[in-house]
């Protein structure tokens, strides 16, 4: 996926966002693969993973990597720690936390969440009743595009309050394709965002993956990543749901430990393969 392509999404998809993506991208080359871009590329370019059941059909290239996704991610957790998730797990308040930064991160989304619920709230009832302008206000310091997260924030209020009576958990019931067709009705949601709601909701144990750095896995078990994001983002979940087990704790596990490695480790660009836990083992390394 290149920025080009991420851009003549962000076009089609948002006049908003559009004319902040040349910036983004020529600024920060890693901010093509945040998670608000991937989950809009996503929506574009995907037909989506409709369920995590454990997949038959493992790439050969997978089964013939040179370390086991459980000794991979044991060596992870040995160099990082023990990870915790740094972002609210309730349905609810992961949509609206997900919409308090631009471009999204755990430090840019922490501090619009930070200054939403001292000024603001994040209850439906007081985002409805609040000023965009002042919610916009709020959302400032996460980043970008301020105006139009507090309008989507909006969106989602208005949607919980009408829909699910102020509950949206309540409303994640049911069969599994339901319940993503609803996360996925949300502003800035397809099937990696609805992956990563279920799993740490403790709604369904699926085989989610940080949308900004499926490349990581891909890297260690196979070489190189493709161009393609969809077909990544399949790949390491193949990769997860025949090598972890299907369980909450081992999914969650799973997410976060890829989640740091990508963010401090594995970066999208100029990995740090020298500094590297997993570089014995990591295909990419051995093929440079
Ligand atoms: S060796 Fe490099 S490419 Fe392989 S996992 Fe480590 S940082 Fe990523």
Same mark, same amino acid.
């Given at each position: ?83 915790? @998730?740094?972002? @609210? ?42 000023? /965009? ?53 949300? @502003? ?21 993956? /940080? ?12 070489? @190189? ?45 100029? /990995? ?17």
């Amino acid at each position: 996926m290149t920025a080009r392509t991420c851009c003549k999404v962000l076009r089609a998809g948002s006049g908003v966002l559009a004319r902040y993506s040349s910036t983004v991208f020529a600024g920060a080359p890693d901010f093509i693969a945040t998670d608000l871009f991937v989950e809009f590329v996503w929506s574009e370019t995907s037909d989506g993973l409709r369920s995590n059941a454990t997949h038959s059909n493992i790439s050969s290239a997978v089964a013939q990597s040179r370390i086991s996704v459980l000794d991979l991610l044991n060596r992870l957790e040995k160099f990082y720690g023990p990870q915790e @998730p740094a972002f @609210p797990v309730e349905p609810y308040e992961f949509l609206v936390w997900w919409h308090c930064g631009y471009p999204a991160s755990d430090a840019a989304c922490e501090k619009g969440w930070k200054n939403l619920k001292q000024q603001v709230g994040i209850e439906p009832h007081q985002l409805l009743a609040a000023n /965009p302008a002042k919610i916009a206000a709020a959302l400032k310091a996460g980043g970008m595009v301020p105006e139009l997260r507090a309008q989507r924030l909006k969106e989602i209020a208005m949607r919980v309050k009408d829909e699910f009576g102020g509950d949206l958990r309540s409303g994640l019931a049911g069969p599994l394709a339901r319940v993503r067709k609803t996360l996925k009705g949300f @502003p800035g949601i397809a099937d990696p965002g609805a992956d990563r709601i279920l799993l740490f909701a403790g709604i369904a144990p699926l085989a989610a993956v /940080p949308s900004n750095c499926t490349h990581a896995l891909i890297r260690i078990l196979q070489g @190189p990543e493709g161009e393609n994001y969809s077909a990544g983002y399949r790949e390491a979940q193949r990769a997860i749901a025949g090598g972890v087990s299907e369980t909450f704790d081992a999914r969650m596990r799973t997410y976060l430990l890829l989640k740091i490695h990508g963010q401090q480790t594995c970066k999208r660009t100029n /990995p740090k393969c020298e500094e590297c836990p997993v570089k014995s083992k990591c295909a990419f390394f051995a093929e440079r």
